[in-house]
Nanobody, 121 residues
Framework: QVQLVESGGGLVQAGGSLRLSCAVSGSIFSFNVMAWYRQAPGAQRDMVATITGGGRTNYADSVKGRFTISRDNAKNTVDLQMNSMKPEDTAVYYC???????????????WGQGTQVTVSS
């Protein structure tokens, strides 16, 4: 049983920084990808950053140079460091993973419940 729980959301002033953490529980054999998504009120849920099992990263154009995604296998967490934050970064942020629980087993998608991030101008 795999569960993803986000933490670290809150209120921050424009130009400030915030670090989100996603704790992954349950047995995981391999991660195809781990990612952060965000959804503002009335908007679609968009990809913010991804990191593959091999460590390759990808970022949305709107956050390049400001956000950094990282993975800590020892702690079973994936983090999102957000710097130089802007009001348009305000959204609910969701942790996501595509993973296998056993060798040769099926690949499943998992979502966290989300954490609110608000950036004041």
């Amino acid at each position: 049983q795999v569960q993803l729980v986000e933490s670290g959301g809150g209120l921050v002033q424009a130009g400030g920084s915030l670090r989100l953490s996603c704790a992954v529980s349950g047995s995981i054999f391999s991660f195809n990808v781990m990612a952060w998504y965000r959804q503002a009120p009335g908007a679609q849920r968009d990809m913010v950053a991804t990191i593959t099992g091999g460590g390759r990263t990808n970022y949305a154009d709107s956050v390049k140079g400001r956000f950094t995604i990282s993975r800590d296998n020892a702690k079973n967490t994936v983090d999102l460091q957000m710097n130089s934050m802007k009001p348009e970064d305000t959204a609910v942020y969701y942790c996501y993973t595509l993973a296998k629980q056993r060798a040769g087993g099926p690949t499943y998608q998992y979502w966290g419940q989300g954490t609110q991030v608000t950036v004041s101008s």
